[in-house]
């Protein structure tokens, strides 16, 4: 079957733009994570979904990042007023359940956000 | 502070060679640890997944062992082959649905 897709793959904005990032989980899974990967970083997470509801914004570096979920399905994440330190590629992953179990999580190819 | 520190920060053996990768931890509380592989340009996916009870978990040439005791993990990679290169992260789960990242081993294998 399908795994986690992400769209765009590439996308480069100029500082102050607002970008829309989305990921389509696999169907069926009910937990939705976004990750953010800098340049020789580590993941860093940025919000939870289970469903279309979001128990854990905590990650999420600053006010004009926000995301939400439809339809226990897709997920956009929005970042606003774009500025240079937001550049890193983005990923998403979605697990059949969320919670502190050991579900898999399946990640997708991330989208690579460049800011100039 | 939840941290997840992982060594060497690099790594280059050749072709048919063994390594072993080192994570430590101070998450806590602990649920389970999880090594993933990374290709360049591509998503992390999942080579093991451990609870706080399981001492060793084997998936082909690579097995993890976890001492929940001194919170620390390894991934020994047998025989190893061109296509392990990659960036090898380690992921601690603590008890809130959210991970810790390690930043990673970047594994090189040459002919």
């Known amino acids: 079957g399908a795994g986690v897709s992400q769209s765009p793959s590439n996308k480069v904005t100029e500082k102050g733009k607002d970008v829309e990032l989305r990921c389509d989980p696999i169907?069926?899974?009910?937990?939705l994570y976004w990750y953010r990967q800098s340049l020789g970083q580590g993941l860093e997470f940025l919000i939870y979904?289970?469903?279309?509801?979001?128990?854990?914004k905590s990650g999420l570096p600053s006010d004009r990042f926000s995301a939400e979920r439809t339809g226990g399905s897709v997920s956009t994440l929005t970042i606003q007023r774009t500025q240079q330190e937001d550049s890193a590629v983005y990923l998403c992953?979605?697990?059949?359940?969320?919670?502190?179990?050991?579900?898999?999580?399946?990640f997708g190819p991330g989208t690579r956000l460049t800011v100039t | 502070k939840n941290q997840v520190e992982q060594s060497p920060q690099s790594l280059i053996i050749l072709e048919g060679k063994n390594c072993t990768l080192q994570c430590n931890y101070t998450v806590s509380p602990f649920s389970n640890l999880r090594w993933y592989k990374q290709d360049t340009g591509r998503g992390p996916v999942s080579l093991t997944i451990m609870t706080f009870s399981e001492n060793t978990k084997s998936n082909g040439r690579y097995t993890a062992t976890l001492d929940a005791d001194t919170k620390q993990s390894s991934l020994h990679i047998t025989a190893s082959q061109l296509s392990d290169s990659a960036s090898y992260i380690c992921v601690v789960y603590g008890n809130t649905d959210k991970l810790i990242f390690g930043t990673g081993t970047r594994l090189q294998v040459f002919p």
């Open positions: 169907s069926g899974h009910t937990a």
């Open positions: 992953a979605s697990s059949p359940q969320g919670g502190p179990t050991p579900y898999e999580q399946y």
């Open positions: 979904f289970q469903g279309n509801s979001a128990p854990d």
